[in-house]
């Protein structure tokens, strides 16, 4: 009697024309659309190749995206070490310049700063040229600790999806995130307004991405010489530790990406 009605009068949620362009989206592929109770925000679950994926469209997490953001998480099972980075250009080079007078200011100050994850990136990873896409590396900047293996991932498919959202849905100056990250695949991007192309287009982007980090370590891929003029080591078919090695250990975002409380059949659901 009591938990009835707590339900009662509990605050329902609110839904926004987004939410329910959301909720139609998600009816047409098949999938269920779960509803934030406080706030506007959806959540959707899904599976790649038998592995489980969260789509969710609410209130950003990030500094650098205004207001809402579109993010999708895909658990992979890759190695943990496995880390590489496609960023929108204009968003790499306005956290660069961030960086750079938070550092300043902190200096001046005395005071520590923390910086999100995706800033240390890009002062920790190296940058990979593109291969055969001129266009793509006007939009995006592609980074990672080991970088055959990021030059193997973006080929293909992935190539094609990224070009497909430069020239159809992401505008020019809109900030993206695509990563994996301790075994996930991860993608943010901003979505004030959600649209049918984008919702299609962020959630093919993810799904091929992830897809084809899971494929870049079945294949062997050229290994780096180890000084000027010395021949490669024959072919590395997995990810070597030690390329990583220089990396500092960066704050879990296992439970970061999703923050949303969510209604669904009377149960409250932390993301």
């Keep these: 009697m009591f ?6 009068l509990r605050p329902r949620a609110v839904a926004a024309p987004d939410s329910g362009l959301l909720e139609e989206w998600a009816e047409h592929r098949g999938e269920h659309c779960k509803r934030v109770r406080r706030g506007h925000g959806c959540a959707i679950d899904f ?3 038998g592995r489980p994926g969260r789509m969710e469209w ?3 997490q990030r500094d650098y995206i205004p207001r809402q953001e579109l993010r999708v998480r895909i658990d992979m099972g890759l190695p943990a070490l496995l880390e590489m980075m496609v960023m929108s250009r204009p968003l790499a080079e306005r956290l660069e310049g ?3 007078g938070t550092l300043v200011q902190g200096h001046k100050t005395g005071m520590g700063h923390a910086l999100p994850e995706e800033l240390r990136w890009l002062s920790m990873m190296d940058r990979v040229d593109f291969p055969d896409h001129e266009l793509l590396a ?3 900047v592609l980074m990672a600790a080991s970088a055959p293996h990021a030059a193997r991932w973006v080929r293909g498919d992935l190539a094609n999806r990224l070009m497909r959202a430069a020239t159809r849905w992401l505008s020019p100056e809109a900030p993206l995130v695509l990563m994996t990250l301790r075994g996930r695949l991860y993608l943010r991007t901003e979505a004030n307004q959600l649209e049918m192309a984008m ?4 959630r093919s982007l993810a799904e091929v991405a992830a897809t084809r980090a899971q494929a870049c370590l079945q294949a062997r891929v050229p290994a780096e010489p180890a000084e000027p003029g010395m021949p490669a080591a024959a072919l590395v078919p997995q990810v070597a530790a030690p390329a990583f090695s220089r990396l500092a250990p960066m704050a879990s975002d296992d ?6 409380t969510l209604r669904h059949a009377d149960t ?3 993301l």
């Design 138 to 140: 006007q939009r995006f």
């Design 58 to 60: 609410g209130p950003s």
């Design 47 to 49: 599976r790649v190749l």
């Design 98 to 100: 961030d960086a750079y």
């Design 268 to 270: 409250d659901v932390r």
């Design 199 to 202: 919702l299609d287009g962020a």
């Design 255 to 260: 439970d970061e990406l999703s923050d949303l």
């Design 3 to 8: 938990q009835a009605i707590h339900r009662l």
